[in-house]
């Protein structure tokens, strides 16, 4: 089955150039201020959507990216409105990928068979759940992929040529390549080992790889796309959401604005 991910990086591969991967916390910082400005990305420049699941307990979200999901809880988010913010997506864009990212738990009291029905209705393309490994793919990788659904791997550095193999087994959609050791948007990416280590798990997989944590500037994004299938930005994308908001934390005008802005001058270094 061909998903909206597949045809997109096939679109793309005959561009010649990498997808921008764009990774926005859903609610944030309120329900209508996210839809909008989730609406307004592809024309920013996003080839690809990532949607945070907010959680409170996430392991791998640094804090721009946490305080996103607490100010979406704070408002109101579930996983319902998180489900139905694709589908309001959907209402305007059929083409551009939505990945679902987060953690296993809030899809466990969900009910695994029931979510991926539920995100599959209302339009997501892919899944990326952080504190699964392979060896618990029964859990939701293989029924996520028997759904219709796209299972997108983490790998790290520390991800080695042994362990690459059992990794992308069950991988699809695309590849995520983790560019730091640690949490998302706490360090820069040394750019010379992500070029190297990109270059060695495309080795193992012929999928396309992006590569995310610590990207926050066009010049960084230029310099990855050189190498990688496609760059993803998230932690500087919430933080620009964080920087327009009123003291007490709630949306303004320039909300939105922020993040299409942001989006648009990376984009730019990504086409370059």
């Not at 991988?171 to 190297?196: E, H, M, Q, R, W």
């Not at 280590?197 to 230029?222: M, Y």
């Given at each position: 089955?061909t998903?909206?991910i597949?045809?997109?990086?096939a679109?793309?591969?005959?561009?010649?150039r990498?997808?921008l991967?764009?990774?926005?916390t859903?609610g944030?910082?309120d329900?209508?201020?996210?839809?909008?400005?989730?609406?307004?990305?592809?024309?920013?420049?996003a080839d690809?959507?990532?949607?945070?699941m907010?959680?409170?307990?996430?392991?791998?979200?640094?804090?721009?990216?946490q305080?996103?999901?607490?100010r979406?809880?704070?408002?109101?988010?579930?996983m319902k409105?998180?489900?139905?913010?694709?589908?309001d997506?959907?209402?305007?864009?059929d083409?551009?990928p939505?990945?679902?990212?987060?953690?296993y738990?809030?899809?466990?009291?969900?009910?695994?068979?029931?979510?991926l029905?539920?995100?599959k209705?209302?339009?997501?393309?892919g899944?990326?759940?952080?504190d699964?490994?392979p060896?618990e793919d029964?859990?939701?990788?293989?029924?996520a992929?028997?759904s219709g659904?796209?299972?997108i791997?983490l790998t790290?550095?520390t991800?080695?040529?042994a362990?690459?193999?059992?990794?992308?087994k069950?991988?699809?959609g695309?590849?995520?390549y983790?560019?730091v050791?640690?949490?998302?948007?706490?360090?820069a990416?040394d750019?010379k080992?992500?070029?190297a280590?990109?270059?060695?798990?495309?080795?193992?997989?012929?999928?396309?790889?992006?590569?995310?944590?610590?990207?926050?500037?066009?010049e960084q994004?230029?310099?990855i796309a050189?190498t990688?299938?496609g760059?993803?930005?998230?932690?500087?994308?919430v933080?620009?959401?964080?920087n327009s908001l009123?003291?007490?934390?709630?949306?303004?005008?320039?909300?939105?604005?922020?993040?299409?802005k942001?989006v648009?001058?990376i984009a730019?270094?990504?086409?370059?």
């Amino acid at each position: 089955m061909t998903t909206r991910i597949d045809s997109k990086f096939a679109e793309l591969r005959k561009e010649g150039r990498a997808a921008l991967v764009t990774f926005i916390t859903a609610g944030d910082p309120d329900y209508k201020t996210s839809l909008k400005i989730i609406a307004g990305l592809p024309a920013a420049g996003a080839d690809v959507i990532e949607f945070g699941m907010p959680f409170t307990d996430p392991m791998a979200d640094g804090p721009a990216i946490q305080a996103g999901g607490l100010r979406a809880l704070k408002a109101g988010a579930t996983m319902k409105k998180t489900l139905s913010l694709v589908k309001d997506f959907r209402k305007k864009d059929d083409t551009t990928p939505v990945v679902l990212m987060g953690y296993y738990n809030p899809i466990y009291v969900y009910g695994v068979q029931q979510f991926l029905a539920d995100a599959k209705a209302a339009g997501a393309d892919g899944l990326i759940v952080v504190d699964l490994p392979p060896e618990e793919d029964d859990e939701l990788c293989l029924p996520a992929m028997e759904s219709g659904l796209n299972f997108i791997r983490l790998t790290t550095p520390t991800t080695d040529d042994a362990r690459a193999p059992a990794v992308f087994k069950n991988t699809s959609g695309f590849v995520y390549y983790v560019s730091v050791l640690g949490i998302t948007g706490t360090k820069a990416p040394d750019l010379k080992n992500v070029k190297a280590n990109v270059k060695r798990l495309k080795k193992h997989t012929k999928l396309p790889i992006c590569v995310g944590f610590g990207v926050k500037t066009a010049e960084q994004a230029r310099t990855i796309a050189e190498t990688a299938d496609g760059v993803v930005v998230g932690s500087a994308l919430v933080s620009a959401v964080a920087n327009s908001l009123t003291p007490k934390g709630k949306a303004t005008p320039q909300t939105a604005q922020a993040v299409h802005k942001l989006v648009k001058k990376i984009a730019k270094g990504v086409r370059n």
